[in-house]
């Protein structure tokens, strides 16, 4: 069993930080454009599985009344998509099951890169508290065409405000959340046939 992966430059808090959800995000300090174009090419170019278009993810960068406007159309108004930038991956349907796997998959790719890149992240499955308030929304903002139909994840992208970045077990600073469910981690086992 290795015992020692720091020969692998194996960095185990990068990976931690991808399963933490950020809930406070300075807007003083956005994504740097530098930044945001190389997180833009993974969104382009994601994973695929014998290139099946698997997700639509659209943007929205530096806007925080259209991050509130967003935020409004879940079922639960939830502080972790308040970031400068969100990246909303949606789907048409027609590939069923595999749709949030590959968008989960996508998103997931993602933020370990925003991660390397200095970023916390807040992931986001809360949904849309109707059908009908989605698609309107979407036409309302100009994102037409099947491919928007079904909201699949939200990934929120950005600089922590000073003084509410996580804290050693996972959580986040902020005492009005100190009895959610993401406070401390929840480790899987691995069993062995």
């Known amino acids: 069993m290795i015992t020692d992966l720091t020969q692998y430059n194996f960095k185990h808090e990068n990976i931690h930080e991808t399963i933490r959800c950020q809930r406070n995000f300075d807007w003083n300090n956005p ?3 530098e930044h945001l174009e190389i997180l833009d090419e993974y969104v382009q170019k994601p994973g695929q599985q014998q290139g099946e278009h698997t997700s639509t993810a659209f943007k929205i960068y530096n806007n925080y009344e259209k991050v509130q406007e967003l935020n409004n159309q879940l079922y639960q108004v939830n502080e972790q998509v308040l970031a400068p930038l969100v990246y909303v991956f949606t ?4 590939l ?24 916390q992240t807040g992931f986001c499955l809360c949904g849309v508290s109707s059908n009908a308030k989605w698609k309107s929304w979407c036409r309302e903002n100009g994102l037409d065409g099947p491919h928007y139909n079904n909201l699949e994840f939200i990934l929120s992208i950005g600089h922590p405000e000073p003084g509410k970045e996580y804290n ?19 480790w ?3 069993k062995e046939l």
């Open 31 to 33: 994504v740097s454009l």
């Open 91 to 94: 789907s048409d349907g027609t």
């Open 96 to 119: 069923g099951e595999k749709n949030p796997f590959f968008a989960g998959f996508n998103s997931g790719m993602l933020s370990k890169v925003a991660n390397e890149l200095g970023y």
């Open 168 to 186: 050693e077990n996972g959580s986040y600073c902020n005492e009005s959340f100190e009895d959610h469910e993401h406070f401390t981690y929840n």
């Open 188 to 190: 899987s086992e691995v």
